[in-house]
């Protein structure tokens, strides 16, 4: 055989071997996004004169649950939740009853997204099971939208119930007893539909609680419609949600250095009175903010005593104490002040003190600029914050240097300061942007006009007895959220509401968009706030 044919052939057999080893990619198939099927229940899903202790319902695939205590929804609540078996892929759930059922009820188990098949992960979504003790199962509704009474953003998992008024009814049963229905917003929903209610006179309520279904108010958030509501309704009810303000309560003081308590509260603390005793005299003393926490700082001079009395005050409330002492340090006097390089044009410099001042010397605080020209400037001083605050007219790309000689600053304790020297910059005009904003169908005056980040802090804020144009100068360029409060007590700030008064939050109305301030921009916003 000539020797080009055998190369050819040696050739030939390799590719076709190397055909023939080829391997190709195992895909899988298509990805299953189908739900799963419910093929039957027992007893069967809607059904009457309902007697059972057990609840089997059978699917078409291995399915399993998750997040069931979140997501399941049992209307009306049970006293004692069932047990839901098993905690592992299945093709059948099963319902163990505990609660001894009420008689003529219609009863709704709303599975929200728990079932879910055990492969690829798809929900049944909003799968219901129900059944009625009675002979018929009711089927009247009511739709429920949900806000926060203050907030942009609304909170998840908000609870929706409905009270049947009856002979058995008052103010105090829902701090105290379950809804007659409930419903729940879930992971993602601000529009809720009660379901299977029947004929009535209901309170409508609104709770972000802790899962018990009762209202507590030194934790929950709270909404309500102030009229009870007849069913049937086919009116679209909103609640807004809002954390009541507590009356003032004190927490037992303790010490905290060498003659300072710190004494925690609930409620607002203003105008508080603590008044301290070592034996029948009455030890002078000074209350200020324990920053970033609800806690109060009560400062008195050192004493010789095993023990002090502390009395706490406020309107009707009324509550003593004693308190150990002991030798402790006393606090070091020490200085921060809020802006270390920049000072922005629109803001006050502030100057934070370790220990509360009893005194300030003008004469021996000086500002000056680059050029050593005195500023003219006012002081003030503000106790319950520990801030000493210089005020003055600021010139943009400006160096200013703040001067504090010895004694100009006067602590609780007699101590005076060494000499402070704190240098602060400006930035030119044209690195902020000025807002002006144009309110149209303002139902009433006065009203607070804030602007807000998008967390909800409060940058810049300002006050509208009757002009309805508000010019923010000098902002720092970013997205702000622009919302207004009716103040209809006229005390500057938005005031939360009381179910036991039946009173609502003040109204908070937001600008539809983000505002978008840029850098030497000049924004004229209108706001229609009657559109709203």
């Not at 400006?398 to 006067?410: F, N, S």
Request: aromatic share 12%; proline share 5%; charged share 30%.
């Amino acid at each position: 055989m000539p020797k080009s044919i055998f190369k050819f052939i040696c050739l030939l057999f390799v590719v076709v071997m190397a055909g023939c080893a080829k391997r190709g990619s195992i895909t899988g198939g298509t990805k299953d996004t189908i739900a799963p099927v419910l093929k039957a229940s027992f007893p069967k899903n809607m059904s009457t004169n309902f007697n059972s202790k057990e609840i089997r319902l059978v699917f078409d695939e291995y399915v399993k649950l998750k997040n069931i205590n979140k997501q399941l929804i049992i209307s009306p609540p049970m006293k004692h939740q069932p047990d839901i078996l098993p905690y592992n892929a299945s093709k059948v759930i099963t319902i163990k009853l505990k609660d001894t059922l009420q008689p003529n009820t219609t009863y709704s188990f709303n599975f929200g997204q728990s079932i879910e098949d055990n492969n690829e992960g798809n929900p049944y979504s909003q799968f219901k099971y129900v059944f009625s003790t009675g002979a018929y199962i009711d089927s009247l509704k009511l739709n429920v939208k949900i806000k926060d009474a203050l907030e942009k953003k609304t909170d998840n998992f908000v609870s929706v119930m409905l009270y049947e008024i009856d002979e058995k009814f008052n103010d105090s049963t829902i701090y105290k007893e379950s809804p007659r229905y409930i419903t729940n917003t879930l992971d993602s929903l601000k529009a809720v539909t009660l379901e299977n209610i029947k004929a009535g006179k209901y309170l409508l309520v609104a709770l972000k609680d802790n899962g018990n279904n009762k209202f507590n108010p030194n934790v929950d958030k709270i909404g309500f419609q102030k009229e009870y509501i007849t069913i049937p309704n086919d009116t679209v009810f909103e609640v807004e949600l809002f954390k009541e303000k507590l009356p003032f309560k004190a927490i037992r003081p303790t010490l905290s250095t060498g003659s300072k308590l710190l004494m925690g509260y609930g409620g607002n603390p203003k105008d508080v009175k603590v008044t301290l005793k070592n034996g029948n005299e009455i030890i002078p003393n000074v209350i200020t903010k324990f920053q970033k926490k609800d806690s109060l700082n009560i400062w008195f001079k050192p004493i010789k005593a095993d023990s002090i009395r502390v009395s706490v005050q406020k309107d009707k409330y009324l509550s003593e104490y004693t308190v150990k002492l002991k030798k402790q340090k006393l606090d070091s006097l020490s200085f921060n002040p809020d802006f270390t390089s920049v000072l922005p044009l629109r803001e006050r410099y502030a100057l934070g003190t370790s220990v509360p001042l009893t005194k300030f010397d003008k004469s021996k605080i000086s500002i000056r600029n680059k050029d050593s020209v005195a500023v003219d400037f006012t002081a003030e001083y503000v106790e319950f914050e520990q801030k000493l605050f210089l005020d003055f007219k600021k010139e943009e790309l400006e160096k200013y240097k703040i001067q504090l000689l010895p004694g100009a600053l006067t602590d609780f304790y007699d101590r005076e300061n060494d000499t402070l020297v704190y240098k602060v910059t400006t930035k030119n005009t044209a690195a902020y942007g000025n807002l002006r904003v144009v309110l149209e169908n303002v139902k009433r005056y006065p009203v607070i006009v804030e602007l807000t980040d998008k967390d909800g802090k409060v940058k810049a804020t300002a006050y509208a007895e009757d002009n309805p144009t508000i010019d923010f100068l000098a902002i720092e360029p970013e997205k702000y959220i622009l919302r207004i409060i009716y103040d209809d007590n006229k005390n500057r700030v938005w005031d939360t509401g009381s179910f036991m008064e039946k009173r609502q939050s003040e109204e908070v109305i937001y600008f539809p968009k983000e505002l978008d301030v840029r850098a030497n921009w000049d924004v004229e916003q209108p706001f229609n706030v009657g559109a709203n």
